[in-house]
């Protein structure tokens, strides 16, 4: 029952997940969906185990509600670029 709720809280993009954003690799990581923030915030110490098993350094990490399009987002092109960043689009062509 409590998956059911969850695909559903994941439909409207109102799960919670774990994202890790790592400086080395250039990766970002979803790690969820979960019911709630508390049970997300409880698993996320064992997401960042293993990522510095696996040798991950600048690791910083966020508990939000989210609708990831992609579980693994690698940055392959070298380039240090602002994931915060937004667009500026211009209504000029």
């Known amino acids: 029952m409590k998956e059911f709720f969850i695909n559903i809280l994941q439909f409207f993009g109102l799960a919670w997940w774990v994202e890790i954003v790592t400086d080395s690799p250039r990766c970002t990581y979803y790690f969820g969906p979960y019911f709630t923030a508390k049970e997300a915030e409880y698993n996320k110490a064992g997401y960042i185990e293993d990522?510095?098993?696996?040798?991950?350094?600048?690791?910083?990490?966020?508990?939000?509600?989210?609708?990831?399009?992609n579980?693994?987002?690698?940055?392959?092109?070298?380039?240090?670029?602002?994931?915060?960043?937004k667009p500026a689009f211009s209504g000029q062509m």
Request: hydrophobic letters at 30%; a positive charge.
């Open 71 to 85: 579980l693994t987002i690698y940055d392959d092109s070298g380039d240090r670029f602002d994931r915060n960043a």
């Open 51 to 69: 990522l510095q098993q696996e040798g991950a350094k600048g690791i910083k990490v966020a508990v939000k509600r989210c609708k990831p399009g």
